[in-house]
């Protein structure tokens, strides 16, 4: 069996990426790795990628110089998380207040991570969590 390391790349389809670039950059810190008009590839930490493609835009594969991409595409507002360090949480907090961006919960989980949950500008729940949320994290 092939050992799985980690998730190395999550992918969001926005409407307008350029909004959620500025989101996630801005919001979250997440630096620039590629931009053009398909797609926005951004250092989500540890090693992982944000991507946020244009709805549609991959729905019919692409090709590029090193071969061809499998059509990929998606609907709907879906949830993904950031990893945390506890001591973040509250500066997190300050920051989205700051901004005008609106909590939608706080979770206190039972192994003794936390959770805060908002929206990104497509409507996306983004989840910033210190550990102990699972075991293996």
């Known amino acids: 069996m092939p050992i799985v390391r980690r998730l190395l790349e999550s992918s969001l389809y926005c409407e307008n990426p350029r909004e959620s670039h ?3 950059r801005d919001v979250l ?3 620039t790795l590629f931009a053009d008009d398909r797609l926005v590839a951004l250092d989500a930490g540890g090693g992982t990628v944000l991507l946020l493609f244009r709805r549609g835009a991959s729905a019919s594969g692409v090709t590029i110089p090193g071969g061809w991409i499998p059509p990929h595409d998606g609907g709907g507002r879906v949830h993904l ?3 945390i360090d506890p001591d973040q949480l509250a500066a997190l907090e300050r920051r989205l ?3 005008g961006i ?3 919960s706080r979770v206190t989980w039972a192994r003794g991570g936390r959770s805060i949950y908002f ?3 497509e409507g996306h729940s983004v989840e910033c969590a ?3 949320v699972w075991e293996v994290y």
């Open 22 to 24: 500025a989101f996630y």
């Open 29 to 31: 810190g997440l630096a």
């Open 81 to 83: 998380a950031f990893a």
């Open 97 to 99: 207040q700051h901004l």
């Open 102 to 104: 609106a909590v939608d």
């Open 119 to 121: 929206r990104d500008p």
């Open 130 to 132: 210190s550990p102990g």
